[in-house]
């Protein structure tokens, strides 16, 4: 099956700090893999961010990216939102959900996660 790796480079450089939103440069990047929604086989967004330092606050940050996905998360947000979809509007159970997403979307998400996604749209 056809593995497909999608390079997106975000990476800024200068950018807001988020505490003081003092301008802060770029001093290193970063690289995220991230599990996206695959058409014929399975697909990987490799994500270049820029990291930063805020001379004034004296804090690292990286450049955010919650539109992509969440921080410390293997999956884009189009993922959880798909699957979460199954789930909710769809009224599949965690299972069947899971194995969707495997056949049509070449995703691998363990119905844990997917439970914890589900009980988090709906507390949101
Ligand atoms: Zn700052």
Redesign the pocket.
Known sequence: MKMTTRRVNISRRVYP?P??G?L?ARHSTGRRRLREIGVDGPTVVDVTYSKHY?A??R?HFSLPMDHLAPAGGRFTNRVRWTAVDLVVKSALTLEKAALRMRQKYFVNVPPTTLHDWVVEAMTA
Do not use: G, T, V
């Open positions: 700090c505490l003081c003092e802060a805020c004034k606050c804090r």
